[in-house]
């Protein structure tokens, strides 16, 4: 956390670089990495393996009852005065779209972004990926105190042997794998390599897919369903056991029960790895309206078109925490930053009591929902910086 503002432009190079002086200067090695991210975000299948979920035949309806929100001012998390105007200009921001009642107040564009721009939305992935879980669990295809290894048989032997789903589900597994992301050489950085996310050099000689990338995944750190432990590659696990468990490709299950019947006016795509398996841990991309109407889908209760495509009982369980999970988070490294938080079902948990919950992705991705006041926020954004906490 910096109480710093971020790099000017200019000092990341970016200028007044036109498309084509950017188209040259980006690749497959230097993608997620700033500045190209300013540009490259809202282009990834150019740089990447891709898988389409389609729009929807019928695109549901986004009553419009705009009113000035960027004089709005509120305290940061530093206890600094802020006004939302300030709040989007210095945390580089793509999109911005604030719905209540599930019309939309507020829809801004940024950087070159339009409203039928897809743009990548790192680890808000994981909580789309939670959605299609909990359908599993209530129709009785995926049990949440299964080991993993009863859906992989892969992961015997290795550092994910014995923890549940329920545990991977919520960041509580036991494994060794180092998420720092200010060092180049740490685990999640092979991830990327073996799951598609950059182009490996030469010499690599590693793991091209995810399940294989997992079996090389052999330590531990403690004990599965103690501390909550943020790793990504948890989120693919959960993935691939919904994949073994319904015999279906997620997205296909995702355009299907989701995506469709929820109105998406845009498609989505999803990095893929060489196996065709999706990254469901920070590869999906969408327009802001449709990232929208997800948020909103979540905040009544699964409902969209009226029809019930989420469990209702699924979503409130991503929004309430224990004693457990809130013990869980707050003796972890990031129970100072964020007291008070819990992490369950691949939901970021604000508020326990009012059952306030986000998605959250690196480089400033967010989802805010507060179903209770029918509150949805949105932001796209391509920062620097991974991780931003000033906000």
Known sequence: MSDSAPPSAEALGLGQSSSLDWSQRVDASNWTLAPYNRWSFQRVQQFT???????????????????DVEA???TDSSG???????????????????LHQGSVIA??????????????????????????????????????????????????????DGAKLQQALDMRVGLDFNEDYSDLDADWHTLELATGWRQPSADYKGPTDAVGYMQT??????????????????????????????????????????WHPMGAEHDLISIIDSAGTAVFEGGFNCCLRDFSRFAQLICDGGVAQGKQLVPTAWIDQCRF??????????????????PDHAYHNKWWIRDSKRGVIMALGIHGQTLFIDPEQHFVVAKFSSQPMQADLTM
């Open 80 to 98: 600094e005065k802020s006004s939302v105007r300030d709040l989007l200009q210095r945390t580089w921001t793509d999109g911005f779209m604030v």
């Open 321 to 338: 925490a224990d004693k457990e999970l809130l013990r869980a988070f707050s003796e972890s490294e990031y129970g100072e930053v964020m």
């Open 107 to 160: 829809e801004q564009y940024f950087n070159g972004m339009r409203a039928d721009t897809l743009h990548l939305m790192m680890s808000c992935s994981k909580s789309m990926t939670s959605a299609l879980v909990g359908v599993a669990v209530a129709e009785g295809q995926l049990e949440l105190e299964r080991k993993l290894s009863h859906y992989i048989p892969e992961l015997i032997g290795t550092g994910f």
């Open 49 to 67: 393996r891709t898988a389409r979920v389609t729009r929807s035949a019928a695109p549901s309806a986004l009553p419009v009852k705009h009113l």
């Open 72 to 74: 709005l001012t509120f």
């Open 217 to 258: 995944l052999t330590g531990s750190v403690g004990p599965h369903g103690d501390v909550f432990h943020y790793q990504s590659i948890l989120t693919d696990v959960v993935g691939v056991c919904l994949e073994r468990a319904t015999g279906r490709s997620f997205l296909e299950l995702f355009e299907e029960v989701i």
